[in-house]
């Protein structure tokens, strides 16, 4: 078993960090493999809606981390999304990514066990975790909770570790995820099978 552990911070080494490594330590202790993966500071392109990634199974531009997240996410058991909050938000650049990745290869994630972790330095983090929250729930991913909101505080890099009840829930929500992996690895009860998709729209 094994889980993706996105750093969606423009800093490598911050706070987001910070948390994904008590979630780390506590999987390995759970016997669950982890890999961290860090989206980088480099610029991201935004979908532009051209609709190609249908054909290619991938998004067509190759410049930035949303094909490698993508295919990190196929390999991956279960995957733990972590970001700053900017502006009450996520940052922009890991959702662009993300927004390109799950929607050019929504397979990758759908159906598997996804948490996420916002980290903030006071205000606008339930907002930031909901906004994480709602492409996976669109994939029928079972989206893992704590004893609290998935989330920490902290400004300068490190200062999360300083957060007693983020950091407990960082290893709580560490061990549901660890509980539900198992869980499905003993297959007890099968999934169960999506219907045929239904779209429509209101626009008559």
Known sequence: MKALLVNGSPRQQGNTATALAEIART???EGVESEAFWIGAKPVRGCIACGRCREAGRCVF???????????????????????????????ALLALLQRALFSAS??????PVATVAICRRGGATAAFQCLNLPFQMLSCTVVGSQYWNIAYGREAGEAAKDTEGMQTMRTLARNLAWLLKSA???????????PWAPMHFIR
């Open 185 to 195: 690895a003993a297959g007890a009860v099968p999934r169960p099978a999506p219907e």
């Open 107 to 112: 397979s990758a994630v759908a159906g598997k």
């Open 27 to 29: 999987l390995q202790a």
């Open 62 to 92: 190759d410049d930035d981390a949303a094909n490698v997240l993508a295919a990190k996410m196929a390999e991956a058991d279960a995957v733990v999304v972590g970001s700053p909050v900017y502006y009450g938000q996520p940052n922009g």
